[in-house]
């Protein structure tokens, strides 16, 4: 079992910047992948980055050179820091953890609460 807080979220102007962090706590060390979705009014949960245990990251095209994803050695935290910020990345933004290390894997993971940023002058 695995369990997520997120933290971090609020109100801030365009252009503005927001770290987000997710403590994890449990089998940590049974996850291969951290990852951040968000999702909006209307729309469906997108993925917004992630990153694995071997380091490598992927990030959604329309926050690449804006969001970076990174985490502490034990895992125990992971962070979202938001740079550039614009209106339509309002939105809740979800932690997720994924045990699986290869494509074919369909394990659902584990979820966090969610934590609301709003972007807005």
């Known amino acids: 079992q695995v369990q997520l807080v997120e933290s971090g979220g609020g109100l801030v102007q365009p252009g503005g910047s927001l770290r987000l962090s997710c403590a994890t706590s449990g089998s940590i060390s049974s996850i291969y992948a951290m990852g951040w979705y968000r999702q909006a009014p209307g729309k469906q949960r997108e993925l917004v980055a992630r990153?694995?245990?071997?380091?490598?990251?992927n990030y959604a095209e329309s926050v690449k050179g804006r969001f970076t994803i990174s985490t502490t050695n034990a895992w125990n935290t992971v962070y979202l820091r938001m740079n550039s910020l614009k209106p339509e990345d309002t939105a809740v933004y979800y932690c997720n953890a994924d045990p699986c290390s290869r494509d074919v894997c369909t394990h659902p993971g584990y979820w966090g609460q969610g934590t609301q940023v709003t972007v807005s002058s």
């Open positions: 990153i694995t245990r071997l380091g490598s990251t």
